[in-house]
């Protein structure tokens, strides 16, 4: 799987959107851009994957550059609870063998919201 | 929907001893997984189901074993606790298909001493 590289923390204002980033400069044709956040102390939380147009569910929005070397996760209106750790994760939709059904965290960015 | 859903929250174990951490989910997905997430570390696999019937190992199998006799339900079982299973366990779930999609429950904090 491409290897990602994430900012360690960021600050955002409760109420603006946060914009986290994520570099994959060496992303494979057939592998997604998938986004988790684990809470302090709960299971990790998958959020939004895509593979190169914009995503956006309730949760989020998901920006893919064209050449999908980068991404950006966009919270639009951060709480307090959106406090975490995010993790950007590229990998193929499917897969064959044991290593390829597990997913690989990195160190992630700690999103800290401020009141 | 409940989601993912893990009993116990905690438990504390004697060295030796053994004990099944449940894991039941109600989206009818067909993969389910266990993990292992020990202190400031990443997500260590230990086993996987593609469906009923079919299990198979992940990266740190030793010292448990599972079973999958429903699409639901995915119990994974300590035989003789060791104070090195000290961790907090997550089980999971994904559509099948789509492995990077995983809905994971709140997990068990397990302690053996």
């Known amino acids: 799987d491409a290897k990602t590289t994430q900012p360690t923390s960021m600050d955002c204002a409760e109420g603006r959107a946060a914009n986290l980033p994520c570099n994959h400069s060496t992303i494979s044709g057939n592998e997604y851009v998938y986004w988790y956040r684990q809470i302090h102390s709960q299971g990790p939380q998958y959020i939004i994957h895509?593979?190169?147009n914009n995503e956006t569910n309730e949760m989020a929005s998901l920006i893919i550059t064209e050449d999908r070397k980068s991404s950006t996760l966009i919270l639009p209106h951060a709480t307090l609870r959106d406090t975490a750790v995010y993790y950007c994760?590229?990998?193929?939709?499917?897969?064959?063998?044991?290593?390829?059904?597990?997913?690989?965290f990195g160190k992630g960015t700690k999103l800290s919201v401020i009141p | 929907n409940a989601g993912v859903t893990q009993t116990p929250k905690f438990r504390i174990l004697k060295i030796g001893q053994s004990m099944t951490l449940q894991c039941t989910q109600d989206?009818?997905?067909?993969?389910m997984y266990w993990y292992r997430q020990d202190p400031g570390m990443g997500l260590k696999l230990i086993y996987y189901s593609v469906g009923a019937g079919i299990t198979d190992k992940g990266e740190v199998p030793n010292g448990y074993n599972v079973s999958r006799s429903t699409t639901e339900d995915f119990p994974l079982r300590l035989e003789l606790a060791a104070p090195s299973q000290t961790s907090v366990y997550f089980c999971?779930?994904?559509?099948?298909?789509?492995?990077?999609?995983?809905?994971f429950g709140p997990g068990t904090r397990l302690t053996v001493t």
């Open positions: 999971a779930s994904t559509p099948s298909g789509n492995i990077g999609e995983q809905y």
């Open positions: 895509g593979l190169k």
């Open positions: 989206m009818n997905h067909n993969y």
């Open positions: 994760i590229v990998r193929p939709l499917g897969g064959s063998g044991a290593g390829s059904y597990q997913l690989t």
